[in-house]
């Protein structure tokens, strides 16, 4: 599926991702008054706003991106009724041939490891037939409990051709209390790097990367660079550009000679562009459409002068 990913970068030349991470604040008033009156403010209304919100984003972007990134958190916040408006999003971004990267950041013994990944990638036996759950082409996976927690998710993935990113340097201020520390000489987070090469030649890919790739965060250009220097078959999905605090300059070293090696995920910058550009509510959709275009622009502008230089 990482192969499929790359694909759709290709065609669409924008190495970039939009998170659909909403949380009821970025929603327009007028959506949540619409939602409201319909269902009242329950756990349904709020759904049905952050519905409508997602839906408009994806109608104003679709065309011009080749995946987006759902951050489960943010529809599970509002219960059972959150998780279907999850399933909605997904099943849309489909209709819309798009790749959907789940970010569950899913995790856990063996077995536990083995049904999330069947309800996110896979599918489940139900008497003499089978169903796909969530039915996400790429999923985010925590490894941290090594590789008996990792390998139901490869498996998975070879079963019904789907990928993962590998959390292995992470966005976040607090990355490096844990992913910076060394052992015998070695980084966690390059040893984690290092394990998803090692998984990876499980899911060998067409363009020279695997199906198993790594989060790795735009926050870190430095660390970002000497992993794409010793990572070669492992492509990157990278967080952290635009509300994070990362731009352009910081995420060029993510790509390798061909432009090709990572997708570049921006949530909040596109979600809430309406809010930074101050314009009218009603125009949200269109912001995020403006921003989508920037972003690409800006990115794609500086994989070009790196395939300039070779």
């Given amino acids: 599926m990482i192969s499929q990913l790359i694909e759709k970068i290709q065609k669409t030349k924008a190495p970039i991702c939009v998170g659909l991470d909403p949380m009821l604040s970025y929603v327009p008033e007028h959506i949540v008054k619409r939602a409201f009156d319909a269902y009242g403010e329950t756990l349904e209304g709020a759904a049905e706003a952050i519905w409508q919100y997602n839906k408009e984003i994806i109608d104003n972007t679709y065309d011009l991106i080749p995946a987006v990134k759902p951050q489960i958190a943010m529809y599970e916040q509002f219960g059972i009724e959150g998780l279907v408006v999850y399933k909605k999003t997904v099943d849309y971004c489909h209709e819309k041939g798009l790749v959907v990267i789940g970010d569950a950041k899913r995790g856990d013994i063996g077995s536990t490891s083995a049904a999330y990944a069947t309800g996110h990638l896979g599918k489940v036996q139900v008497g003499s037939k089978s169903y796909s759950g969530f039915d996400t082409d790429i ?80 926050t870190y250009p430095e660390q970002l660079r000497y992993l794409r220097d010793v990572l070669p078959t492992t492509f990157f999905l990278i967080p952290g550009y635009g509300a994070q605090g990362a731009g352009a300059k910081d995420i060029a070293g993510a790509f390798d000679k061909n432009g090709l090696g990572g997708i570049v995920n921006s949530s909040r910058g596109i979600m809430c562009a309406y809010q930074k550009e101050k314009c009218d509510e009603h125009d949200y959709a269109q912001a995020a459409r403006r921003e989508a275009i920037r972003m690409r622009d800006e990115i794609c502008a500086r994989i070009g002068e790196i395939r300039a230089n070779g």
């Fill in 139 to 218: 999923l985010t996976v925590n490894p941290y409990l090594g590789t008996d927690g990792v390998k139901p998710f490869v498996d998975a993935c070879n079963a019904n051709d789907k990928g993962i990113f590998v959390l292995v340097k992470t966005s976040n201020p607090s990355s490096g209390e844990l992913q910076d520390k060394k052992i015998d000489g070695m980084t966690i987070y390059e040893t984690m790097g290092h394990m998803c090469e090692k998984w990876g030649e499980d899911l060998p890919g067409v363009y020279g990367y695997s199906g198993v790739g790594a989060v790795v965060g735009a």
